[in-house]
T-cell receptor, first 114, second 115 residues
Framework: AQSVSQHNHHVILSEAASLELGCNYS??????LFWYVQYPGQHLQLLLK??????LVKGIKGFEAEFIKSKFSFNLRKPSVQWSDTAEYFC????????????FGTGTRLQVTL | GAVVSQHPSWVICKSGTSVKIECRSL??????MFWYRQFPKQSLMLMAT?????????EQGVEKDKFLINHASLTLSTLTVTSAHPEDSSFYIC???????????FGEGSWLTVV
């Protein structure tokens, strides 16, 4: 079974600082990778996803993530965060095929200060 | 993007009663739907995978007789919490997987409080 680990549980950054949130997964086969964001009081939204092709994936709101297969990683990045980026970020992985299911990491709470 | 709707958003029920939460894919067909539970300040825990027309597959530790899942159509899955207890109070989230692809979309979630 696959598992996902997010190393940073709580990150505090000042506005305009650069962001990188770590995500590692364990699974030997082909995977689909996702980052979801949950803003305070709102439901989960898809930030970006990787299925295949270019390992550098660009998502909404200036976020991007890079899939490094050799490191089993899919780190999320943003060059300059804004106060409105304050939210909980979840990395998730699913195996491919009809029996796939989505497994989430524990989440990283990002707090951006003015 | 595709829309997944959950109803109700909030529900309070008495201990011992049952409560049903609906998950609908509004503009697409979903062969597979997932039910998650999220405790405060914690990640989402997959409870079960629901496939249209067949029995749900439950994760280890999830009581299938307590959390009844029905996926009767390609656009609707229901989660019924039977004989609810206060420890069942939680945030329940469903997601739906496009029949034609791998992207999974989430509902808004349902807060259940058992008093």
């Amino acid at each position: 079974a696959q598992s996902v680990s997010q190393h940073n549980h709580h990150v505090i950054l000042s506005e305009a600082a650069s962001l990188e949130l770590g995500c590692n997964y364990s699974y030997g086969g082909t995977v689909n990778l996702f980052w979801y964001v949950q803003y305070p009081g709102q439901h989960l939204q898809l930030l970006l996803k990787y299925f295949s092709g270019d390992p550098l994936v660009k998502g909404i709101k200036g976020f991007e993530a890079e899939f490094i297969k050799s490191k089993f990683s899919f780190n999320l990045r943003k060059p300059s965060v804004q106060w409105s980026d304050t939210a909980e970020y979840f990395c998730a992985v699913s195996t491919t095929g009809t029996a796939s299911k989505l497994t989430f990491g524990t989440g990283t709470r990002l707090q951006v200060t003015l | 993007g595709a829309v997944v709707s959950q109803h109700p958003s909030w529900v309070i029920c008495k201990s011992g009663t049952s409560v049903k939460i609906e998950c609908r894919s509004l503009d697409f067909q979903a062969t597979t739907m997932f039910w998650y539970r999220q405790f405060p300040k914690q990640s989402l825990m997959l409870m079960a995978t629901s496939n249209e027309g067949s029995k749900a597959t439950y994760e280890q530790g999830v009581e299938k007789d307590k959390f009844l899942i029905n996926h009767a159509s390609l656009t609707l899955s229901t989660l019924t919490v039977t004989s609810a207890h206060p420890e069942d109070s939680s945030f329940y989230i469903c997601s739906a997987k496009l029949s034609s692809g791998n992207t999974i979309y989430f509902g808004e979630g349902s807060w259940l409080t058992v008093v």
